[in-house]
């Protein structure tokens, strides 16, 4: 599993890259209310604002880590926005990309390292 | 931060409650406890919370007495100070020239004196504003030696008459001296969150005894602005530089309930405060947009900024929410603002643009949830 500075997490799962936030992003957001989801099939470019998670505080971009196609969206957080707080590691994913340029994960960080940049 | 930040006598116990602190109104202010602005919502809502609002400022008008106290007052607002009865507290709010607002307050008759409690931006402002425009026999007291807290929530009295019985007595707006853990407090029965509650106006020396003689009872959490903007929007309360400002009149921002009849044309105080034709002949006339209780119909928060159209393709603004967030309660997004007349029958569905696209929200009654106030 590899790590973004902006706290996603990525995992490979049969050639298609999962998408995540991290425990501490969840935690730092506060109570989730609503999420945004890209469509399926949309091609997105690495930093593109593709998701848009709103707490009961304020509204906050997911950049896409990578370049490629979006080929699930988990339809589930937009009846259940509050599972991204309950389980962010896990059944909260928010999307599968399937990379048109894998080497790009190469940049994101390990666990260690992550763990280290949120102290 | 928090070097140039005022601390509130709470600032110790905050952080020791775990709380995130920012900066607000020029005081470094918990935003939020480790239990969350959901639960500290819901938590007010079913129990009680505590919370610091010692930033606001709290002011002593003090004259001969106090119908000519009172007299002074009504020059600057547009209510009934006169005739508000000893032991009594009001809503009000200071106006301008141009009939706009320029801070509301609560203000209550404390027998000699008036006692109030105004906005902690604007509290500087207010204070100036009293000494330029009434005459020098009325003495205008900032009091800095006391601390406030509201404890708001159904369980609320359960928690104060532990310490004194005859809190039970107290209804929505009467005001009293009461003893709490050996210190003499100012209480209100009022507050700003839609529930039955108190605000407890404390001597400095005692503040931190009576916040934990409060916060020690099983049902008593800290709460900090972020559930406590939630509440109030969930009330239909407004919030000052938000939901009304000095563009904003008492009409407009449908608050005319707080304009009692003496006040209005034909009163027995009618009018002579500032921007009283307008206020009148608005209250007389009507005016060409209301602050309206406003339900946004998908799952997407609307917040304040956010342009409202009467349909999906319209390119002419009719509104604009001046407050909007999730509301614990309710269990959807809710919202406030300001929307043209001829719009704002309930029911009436408007569009408002998020993120480039139109969304369905319907002008709704407010509050969002019912009051609990004890009458």
């Known amino acids: 599993m590899k790590f973004t500075e902006e706290h996603e997490w990525l995992r490979e799962e049969d050639g298609v890259i999962v998408v995540g936030i991290t425990e501490h992003a969840s935690t730092q957001l506060g109570d989730i209310v609503f999420i945004e989801l890209p469509e399926e099939g949309t091609t997105v470019s690495k930093d593109d604002e593709i998701v848009v998670i709103e707490s009961v505080k304020a509204a906050s971009d997911i950049l896409s880590p990578l370049d490629g196609e979006i080929v699930e969206v988990n339809e589930m957080l937009a009846d259940e926005p509050s599972k991204v707080n309950d389980d962010p590691m896990g059944d909260a994913w928010f999307f599968k990309i399937k990379p048109s340029d894998p080497s790009q994960m190469d940049e994101y960080m390990t666990e260690d390292a992550y763990n280290k940049l949120i102290g | ?375």
């Not at chain 2, 929505?172 to 209100?188: K, N, Q």
């Open chain 2, 1 to 375: 931060m928090g070097e140039d930040l005022n601390k509130t006598p709470f600032y110790d116990m905050h952080l020791i409650n775990g709380a995130k602190m920012v900066p607000f109104a020029g005081y470094d202010m918990p935003v939020q406890y480790p239990l969350g602005v959901m639960k500290e919502h819901q938590h007010t809502r079913t129990k009680a919370g505590l919370f610091d609002v010692s930033h606001m400022g709290q002011v002593i008008l003090r004259g001969a007495d106090y119908a000519s106290t009172a007299r002074a007052l009504e020059r600057l607002i547009p209510m009934d100070v006169q005739g508000l009865a000893e032991g009594r507290q009001r809503y009000g709010f200071f106006t301008n020239d141009a009939g706009g607002i320029l801070d509301d307050l609560m203000f209550a008759n404390r027998g000699d004196h008036i006692f109030m409690v105004v906005n902690a931006a604007c509290k500087t402002a207010d204070i100036a504003h009293l000494r330029a425009h009434l005459e020098p026999e009325i003495h205008v007291k900032e009091i800095t030696n006391r601390a406030l807290l509201a404890l708001q929530g159904p369980m609320a009295q359960a928690v104060l008459a532990e310490h004194y019985p005859p809190i039970v007595d107290m209804k929505f707006m009467d005001v009293d001296t009461i003893p709490i853990a050996g210190a003499e407090c100012w209480v209100s029965r009022s507050g700003y969150t839609g529930e039955d509650g108190f605000e407890i106006s404390i001597p400095q020396a005692a503040a931190e005894t009576v916040a934990a003689a409060l916060a020690d009872h099983a049902d008593v959490e800290w709460i900090g602005l972020g559930a406590r903007d939630s509440l109030r929007l969930e009330a239909g309360l407004c919030l000052y530089g938000h939901d009304i400002d000095t563009g904003t009149t008492p009409v407009e921002a449908a608050l005319t309930w707080a304009i009692q009849k003496s006040r209005r044309a034909g009163g027995s105080a009618a009018g002579g405060f500032p921007g009283d034709t307008i206020i009148l002949d608005q209250l007389a006339q009507g005016a060409s947009r209301k602050r309206v209780g406003l339900t946004p119909q998908t799952r997407a928060p609307m917040r304040e900024g956010v342009a409202l159209y009467a349909s999906e393709d319209s390119s002419t603004e009719i509104g604009t929410i001046t407050s909007g967030g999730f509301g614990p309660t309710v269990g959807t997004p809710v919202a406030m603002g300001y929307v043209d007349i001829e719009m704002t029958a309930t029911g009436t569905v408007l569009f408002g643009e998020v993120r480039g696209k139109r969304l369905p929200i319907q002008v709704s009654p407010l509050p969002h949830t019912p009051s609990n106030f004890k009458r």
